[in-house]
């Protein structure tokens, strides 16, 4: 079974430091990563998505792919309490299914 | 543009019935996904429509089914509801089979369903 593992957290930053989420994943083929957010009662919101090695940067969110470690990473600069969420990794499966892990709690302490 | 709508928000139901959950998709994309997320975990892949087709379905029983229309909204049918069926339902819009970066799926508000 394919899957997609975070760990659960929480996470504690301080305001103003920066956060790291971690997500790796089991299917080698996989081509597209996701990352939501959610807060509690709401629905994911996409973050941003990722398809090539490397990094990619959005605002104060940097998305990291190592596709030969099937290594996926979210870094939040400058967090701030409005950050504290659930941040899920998902993976696009072949179907166009996404396979998510179960999240990581982020907890941003002012 | 028109993000993702879902209907009820909330919905408590007895076991044995049976319930439709409702979605419209964003304006412009074609495919529709359904996914139930249980408490404390991520949302879990029930099935995708496109074209008013079912386009891949995950690890659930015949008696969740769906439907797409012509204007690509969607239904989801639980029927035969069980405790474990609790949940929050998702439906994300997208706009597959496109070239470019179209895959992305947006969310809906979802329906929280309460079995007892």
């Known amino acids: 079974q394919k899957e997609v593992e975070q760990n659960s957290g929480p996470l504690s930053v301080p305001e103003g430091a920066i956060a790291s989420l971690n997500c790796t994943y089991s299917d080698r083929g996989s081509q597209s990563f996701f990352w939501y957010r959610q807060y509690s009662g709401k629905s994911p919101e996409l973050i941003m998505f990722?398809?090539?090695?490397g990094d990619k940067e959005d605002g104060r969110f940097t998305a990291q792919l190592n596709k030969a470690s099937q290594y996926v990473s979210l870094l939040i600069r400058d967090s701030q309490p409005s950050d504290s969420a659930t941040y899920l990794c998902a993976v696009k499966e072949y179907g166009n299914k996404l396979v998510f892990g179960a999240g990581t709690i982020l907890r941003v302490k002012s | 543009e028109t993000g993702v709508t879902q209907s009820p928000t909330h919905l408590i139901k007895t076991r044995g019935q049976q319930v439709t959950l409702r979605c419209s998709s964003q304006s412009g994309h074609n495919t529709v996904s359904w996914y139930q997320q249980a408490l404390g975990q991520g949302p879990q892949f029930i099935f995708q429509?496109?074209?008013?087709?079912?386009?891949g379905r995950g690890n659930f029983p015949p008696r969740f089914s769906g439907l797409q229309f012509p204007n690509y909204s969607s239904e989801l049918n639980v029927n035969a509801l069980e405790l474990d069926d609790s949940a929050l339902y998702l439906c994300?819009?997208?706009?597959?089979?496109?070239?470019?970066?179209?895959?992305?799926?947006?969310f809906g508000p979802g329906t929280r369903l309460l079995v007892l």
């Open positions: 994300a819009s997208s706009l597959e089979f496109t070239s470019g970066t179209g895959e992305t799926q947006y």
């Open positions: 429509y496109y074209r008013e087709e079912e386009n």
């Open positions: 990722i398809y090539s090695n």
